[in-house]
């Protein structure tokens, strides 16, 4: 049900990534992208560091979401660091995929040379806050109406959690 993505599998990841913008919850995109504007951020990914997760349905194999490891701000002092980025197609929203991915991202976290996960989510998005916490996030930081989303101002909340 968990896997590595694969190339094929980024018309999927993406139509699950515009699905969240018109809820105006998950991303600061305020229109969709396409498979070619997402590609060279595919190619970032590597499994065996840096993994893109994604889960299938175990009865069709259709994709039903996707949990992204990148690499914080870029310098070797933060190597040990990731984002976590989680997107869950919408009628499989609060089916638990959210925290299987999580909690794989979670275990495979010390194979993967990580000691700490970041999250960066609306706090608005109680959904997603939600999540974090039920996996031992703590919130680090808020950035007060950073975002602007339909004329209104919007806090990110930085969660953290140490392994």
Same mark, same amino acid.
């Given at each position: 049900m968990i896997r590595d993505a694969v190339a094929a599998d980024l018309p999927a990841i993406v139509a699950i990534y515009n699905a969240s913008i018109p809820g105006r919850m998950a991303t600061?995109?305020?229109?969709?992208?396409?498979?070619?504007?997402?590609?060279?951020?595919?190619?970032?990914?590597?499994?065996? @560091? /840096?993994?893109l997760l994604i889960y299938a349905s175990p009865d069709d194999g259709l994709i039903q979401g996707? $949990?992204?490891? /990148?690499?914080?701000?870029?310098?070797?002092a933060y190597s040990e660091t990731v984002e976590v980025g989680v997107y869950?197609? !919408?009628?499989?929203? /609060?089916?638990?995929?959210? @925290?299987k991915l999580l909690d794989r991202a979670i275990s495979d976290?010390?194979?993967l040379h990580i000691s700490t996960l970041l999250a960066f989510t609306f706090a608005h998005n109680a959904p997603s806050v939600g999540l974090f916490r039920s996996a031992g996030f703590d919130?680090?930081?808020?950035? !007060?109406?950073?975002?602007?989303?339909?004329g209104i101002a @919007?806090? $990110? $909340?930085? $969660?953290?959690?140490?392994?």
């Amino acid at each position: 049900m968990i896997r590595d993505a694969v190339a094929a599998d980024l018309p999927a990841i993406v139509a699950i990534y515009n699905a969240s913008i018109p809820g105006r919850m998950a991303t600061a995109d305020l229109t969709p992208v396409n498979v070619n504007d997402r590609a060279t951020w595919f190619a970032e990914f590597d499994p065996a @560091r /840096r993994p893109l997760l994604i889960y299938a349905s175990p009865d069709d194999g259709l994709i039903q979401g996707w $949990l992204s490891l /990148r690499s914080f701000y870029g310098r070797p002092a933060y190597s040990e660091t990731v984002e976590v980025g989680v997107y869950i197609h !919408p009628v499989a929203q /609060r089916c638990g995929i959210g @925290r299987k991915l999580l909690d794989r991202a979670i275990s495979d976290a010390p194979r993967l040379h990580i000691s700490t996960l970041l999250a960066f989510t609306f706090a608005h998005n109680a959904p997603s806050v939600g999540l974090f916490r039920s996996a031992g996030f703590d919130t680090w930081g808020e950035l !007060p109406r950073v975002a602007k989303l339909d004329g209104i101002a @919007r806090d $990110l $909340l930085i $969660l953290g959690r140490s392994l």
